[in-house]
């Protein structure tokens, strides 16, 4: 992509992480902390490829000219997230809808920010329209500890769930916390959702997800059952489904 961008002349923008941060020793993070990160450990990948890839975007600055634009993005949630795609977010909402135990990994006094992705988006579209080619922190400085934030689901959702603490992820930071200034200064840029507002907003959506699924295994069951005792109808629904155009009658 930086191969491409220096042939056409294009500016481009660089996905990166708080996890460049690591397990910080400097709270709240700026962008001028370089990071205290286990290069070996289990989320070193990760970590690690995030900051190559901003060391990647420099060096095509400056020996390439490439107009680059990093943002060092929080926590992030909303509408759409996929159920499954194993954040703390999505995971204690469906835990909580479900009336599971919402699961904490460790002690649950490590510190997390969450930002709404309305706010993100807005950030992102600042950093592209502006003229700074430094390294931006887009995140909410809103920080709460990982069993309040369960508290605060479990209050919104209205849900019964326990907490149930398991055992303390490896390497997993202790707090995280963005800096804004940079983006305050440079783009102008805050956010403007808080974490409860939406969270309420994620809330609706996973609750319409799930009623949705439940909805969807329903009709594969009473399909299957139509299918089981009269194949014939089960067939044209079939047909029909894929608009063919094939007449169940020359089928018989």
């Known amino acids: 992509m930086l191969g491409l961008a220096r042939r056409v002349k294009a500016r481009i923008l660089l996905a990166s992480t708080s996890e460049v941060y690591g397990d ?3 709270h709240p993070q700026p962008e001028s902390y370089w990071g205290h990160v286990n290069p070996i450990g289990p989320r070193s990948c990760y970590d690690e490829g995030k900051r190559v890839a901003e ?27 996929h159920m499954n795609d194993g954040r703390v ?12 135990p ?47 934030f369960a508290q605060i689901i479990q209050e919104l959702v209205g849900s019964g769930s326990k907490v149930e603490n398991l055992a303390k992820a490896t390497d997993d930071p202790q707090q995280r916390k963005p800096d804004i200034s940079r983006a305050a200064e440079l783009l102008h840029w805050k956010p403007k959702v808080s974490m409860r507002d939406g969270l309420k907003k994620t809330i609706d959506y996973f609750r319409d ?13 009473v399909e299957a059952t139509a299918c089981t005792t009269i194949p014939k109808k089960c067939l044209q629904n079939k047909l029909q489904s894929t608009k063919t155009r094939y007449n169940i009658e020359t089928l018989q």
């Open 55 to 81: 060391s990647l975007m420099v060096a095509y600055q400056k020996q390439e000219n490439v107009t680059i634009r990093i943002a060092r993005i929080f926590n992030t949630f909303g509408p759409r997230m």
């Open 209 to 221: 997800e799930i009623e949705q699924e439940r909805r969807l295994r329903y009709l594969k069951v």
């Open 24 to 26: 910080p020793e400097v």
């Open 102 to 148: 919402i699961t904490i990994y460790g002690s649950g006094n490590q510190t997390r920010s969450f930002q709404y992705v309305s706010d993100l988006v807005d950030g992102l579209i600042a950093l592209m329209n502006s003229d700074t080619s430094l390294p931006v922190n887009i995140g909410n400085p809103e920080e709460h500890t990982i069993f309040n």
């Open 89 to 100: 977010v999505s995971n204690f909402i469906i835990q909580a809808l479900q009336g599971k």
